[in-house]
T-cell receptor, first 113, second 115 residues
Framework: AQSVTQPDIHITVSEGASLELRCNYS??????LFWYVQSPGQGLQLLLK??????LVQGIKGFEAEFKRSQSSFNLRKPSVHWSDAAEYFC???????????FGAGTRLTVKP | GAVVSQHPSRVICKSGTSVKIECRSL??????MFWYRQFPKKSLMLMAT?????????EQGVEKDKFLINHASLTLSTLTVTSAHPEDSSFYIC???????????FGPGTRLTVL
């Protein structure tokens, strides 16, 4: 069955530490891949996306993600986390086009001072 | 650019009443809009896809007679929750395809509470 999995429900990191949020997908073909961030009570903001080409994608706010076909993964990374990065992060995939987007369960990030 | 708004941001209604939520693309034309529902501390669940000028396509398990969607123009889609019940209380988020059709832009969401 097609699915997108975020294995970590909640992650806590110290401010200034590095961050990696995991995302795995199970689809018959390589989907379009997205990472969104949601602050409490807010909508979603696109951090970055992968459609094709360079497998290391740079996004906004210092985030990057790497697509690894062999692992069916699209993990989000940031070298140094800021307190303002505390939020919910969603990985999303779309198989055919942008119209068919499915979201992972989300990972809540807490940043310790 | 590519801003999507929703109105209202919060609404409280009595059980049995209907509530309309508006989703607007402010600075671009959106041929396709999407409606999602998000339960507390949960992910987004796609409810329906709305194409301008045509009937919405609902996901399996979503009652089309309860969640009426109208996409009358390229900048406006509405979701009407009819005969609302407490279990309809949720966070409803819309999105719209951006100018280059490769990214969905999300609205800020509407918190619906049914008493």
């Amino acid at each position: 069955a097609q699915s997108v999995t975020q294995p970590d429900i909640h992650i806590t990191v110290s401010e200034g530490a590095s961050l990696e949020l995991r995302c795995n997908y199970s689809y018959g073909a390589t989907p379009y891949l997205f990472w969104y961030v949601q602050s409490p009570g807010q909508g979603l903001q696109l951090l970055l996306k992968y459609f094709s080409g360079d497998t290391l994608v740079q996004g906004i706010k210092g985030f990057e993600a790497e697509f690894k076909r062999s692992q069916s993964s699209f993990n989000l990374r940031k070298p140094s986390v800021h307190w303002s990065d505390a939020a919910e992060y969603f990985c999303a995939v779309a198989l055919y086009n942008n119209n068919d987007m499915r979201f992972g369960a989300g990972t809540r990030l807490t940043v310790k001072p | 650019g590519a801003v999507v708004s929703q109105h209202p941001s919060r609404v409280i209604c009595k059980s049995g009443t209907s509530v309309k939520i508006e989703c607007r693309s402010l600075d671009f034309q959106a041929t396709t809009m999407f409606w999602y529902r998000q339960f507390p501390k949960k992910s987004l669940m796609l409810m329906a896809t709305s194409n301008e000028g045509s009937k919405a396509t609902y996901e399996q398990g979503v009652e089309k007679d309860k969640f009426l969607i109208n996409h009358a123009s390229l900048t406006l889609s509405t979701l009407t929750v009819t005969s609302a019940h407490p279990e309809d209380s949720s966070f409803y988020i819309c999105s719209a395809n951006g100018p280059y059709t490769d990214t969905q832009y999300f609205g800020p969401g509407t918190r619906l509470t049914v008493l």
